[in-house]
């Protein structure tokens, strides 16, 4: 059964009022790309707790019914809300199976460190990656597939550290991604935590396709039992970051170490004062326009 996508631009600050007139309207589901990657529709950055992460512009890809009338759409869109912007509105016909083959195109195989890739659940390993870590991922359940800058931060991260007995809290989990990642590097147990119920469900669903389930819990941020942890990673927006940073410091155990992502360069200086309060040999890391601070937690 084909489907009507309609294609539309639009800035952060206007997200939510689009996306609700959208809904309102019949969209069946709304997906955010960064505009400034769209064509490839590979900036998948990974939903953040109590945060929305949203680049500075957005492409919006809304859901229709094939039978709808695009012409009718547009009136409706604007009548909704004059203030829209529908000088990029496009429209095309998407098959059923077009939304996994094309995440398939563009969506290879990665490396990140020396010794972790991520794989389509139904790709073959390149021959190089025959003796490597492998997460695989379910192109269904894309919330985070570690082609997004602040994602690849963390693995390149947790690929060089030694998790071998240790348990491992991923704060904002997303897919699961980094949890499994640290599951498959040797971390004998991971907790994930994101406020995305079904953030929530594509984690378990891919953490058991990557025969780790058992090893892994997840929770709502207000279910998340108390604890601390060796080895923390959060990657969620920095203002999110900032307003968390006593909560993710007490998660942390005395020499633990945590790793920060989602911040912008830029927005880097303020989080390291901030979690300088409770964190030693800080370091800012930078890939593109983001930024990853690691440290360790003082006694």
């Known amino acids: 059964m084909p489907?009507?996508?309609?294609?539309?631009?639009?800035?952060a600050a206007d997200e939510s009022r689009l996306e609700t007139?959208?809904?309102?309207?019949?969209?069946?589901?709304?997906?955010?790309?960064?505009?400034?990657?769209a064509e490839n529709e590979k900036a998948i950055l990974e939903p953040g707790v109590g945060e929305l992460p949203l680049w500075p512009e957005l492409t919006m890809l809304a859901l229709f019914e094939a039978d709808t009338n695009p012409d009718l759409l547009l009136h409706a869109i604007e009548a909704w809300d004059e203030r829209i912007d529908l000088a990029s509105a496009q429209f095309r016909v998407v098959e059923d199976q077009d939304w996994e083959r094309a995440w398939m195109d563009q969506y290879q195989p990665m490396k990140f460190g020396e010794r972790t890739w991520i794989i389509p659940w139904n790709m073959e390993a390149p021959p190089e990656a025959k003796d490597a870590v492998i997460v695989r991922l379910d192109p269904g359940l894309a919330f985070g597939s570690g082609t997004h800058p602040t994602t690849a931060l963390c693995l390149q991260w947790l690929d060089g550290l030694d998790l071998q007995g240790k348990t491992v809290l991923d704060f904002g989990c997303g897919s699961g991604i980094l949890a499994l990642a640290a599951l498959k590097l040797g971390a004998a147990r991971a907790v994930g935590v994101d406020n995305d119920p079904q953030a929530l469900l594509a984690t378990v669903d891919n953490a058991e396709r990557n025969g780790v389930g058992d090893r892994l819990a997840v929770y709502m941020p207000a279910d998340e039992p108390a604890a601390r942890y060796p080895v923390v990673v959060a990657n969620i927006l920095a203002v999110a970051l900032d307003q968390l940073a006593e909560t993710l410091a007490a998660r942390v155990e005395a020499n633990g170490v945590i790793a920060l992502s989602g911040i912008l360069h830029g927005q880097e200086d303020a989080l390291l004062v901030r979690y300088a309060h409770w964190f030693d040999h800080l370091q800012a890391v930078r890939l593109d326009d983001w930024m990853r601070i690691t440290g360790r937690r003082r006694g």
């Open 21 to 37: 007139a959208l809904e309102e309207l019949g969209a069946l589901s709304v997906s955010l790309l960064d505009a400034a990657d």
């Open 3 to 11: 489907w009507l996508e309609l294609s539309l631009r639009c800035r």
